[in-house]
């Protein structure tokens, strides 16, 4: 008698971690930075970056050539404990049978092609999908989105790979993004959503979160029928020259404290 055994893939999760029982640790991370990556997916998921779906990852401190990223899990819900370290081919250390994301390869090519990105968030942020399904550019139209000079380059998958699910799940696609960002700290995904890159978790988190707000209000300006007045290059340089908001340090203390005191709550 034949066996018939069905597999259900849910989306952006993946069971297989290649690699992983010869993958070696390269040390214990530095506590505080993965109770910021703890803080960092909860604070996106408040300000409506995430929801169940979506990543953020940082760097190693102690190799840069390994970065930090939760298990598959949706971020309200990531606590340190699925926090598992990955090399540059998207291999894990000890995942111990855990789901991971199969989109990590978006991670894994931004941190191999950029030494100046040390934090990534993947999001499906709502405001942003129609500049990357249009040919409307999303441009800075008021200072905090000042990182944004110069516009957000758009990946369209189809270019390099015809038609497929959209998604970044092998190194390959994650290079022909990472050709599309270029120097950019973001890029757009045309149809599915947004990478963007920082040189810290405060930077990426804040930038996720004012290009969000910055696409919400570029579209109630188009709404409006008139002319609009974007930042012109040279306001935008004179806000990075001073330090692009003091690398978000007022924002993240506010913002990681709400997290972190929401996640007391939960605990029993």
């Known amino acids: 008698m034949a066996l018939l055994v069905t597999i259900t893939i849910l989306p952006g999760v993946d069971r297989l971690a290649h690699g992983q029982d010869s993958l070696t640790s390269v040390g214990p991370a530095d506590p505080e930075l993965v109770e910021d990556l703890v803080a960092a997916n909860r604070v ?3 300000y409506g970056v995430l929801d169940g779906m979506g990543h953020v990852s940082v760097r190693h401190n102690v190799d840069p050539s390994r970065f930090l990223l939760s298990r598959s899990r ?3 819900l990531v606590i340190a404990e699925d926090i598992v370290e990955y090399d540059l081919n998207g291999n894990a250390v000890d995942l111990q049978g855990r789901a991971q994301y199969s989109e990590r390869y978006i991670h894994a090519e931004i941190y191999r092609a950029r030494p100046d990105v040390s934090a990534v968030v993947h999001s499906h942020a ?5 500049f990357g399904a249009t040919d409307v550019p999303l441009r800075p139209i ?14 369209e998958i189809r270019d390099d790979f015809g038609m497929t699910d959209m998604m970044v ?6 290079r022909s993004l990472v050709k599309a960002m270029g120097k950019s700290p973001s890029v757009l995904m045309r149809g599915h959503g947004i990478a963007v890159s920082g040189p810290s978790i405060p930077h990426v988190v804040g930038r996720s979160i004012y290009t969000q707000i910055n696409a919400d ?4 300006a188009i709404s409006l029928g008139g002319n609009i007045t ?3 290059p040279r306001e935008a340089q004179a806000q990075l020259d001073r330090g692009e908001h003091r690398g978000y340090s007022r924002s993240w203390e506010l913002w990681k404290r709400d997290a972190l005191a929401a996640m007391r709550e939960e605990t029993p």
């Open 169 to 174: 799940t092998s190194p390959e696609r994650g």
């Open 74 to 76: 949706a971020p309200e």
């Open 230 to 232: 974007y930042l012109d």
């Open 142 to 155: 008021y200072h905090m989105a000042s990182h944004m000079l110069g516009g957000i380059p758009v990946f």
């Open 44 to 46: 996106l998921v408040r």
């Open 126 to 130: 709502p405001a942003v999908i129609p």
């Open 217 to 220: 209000l570029q579209l109630k």
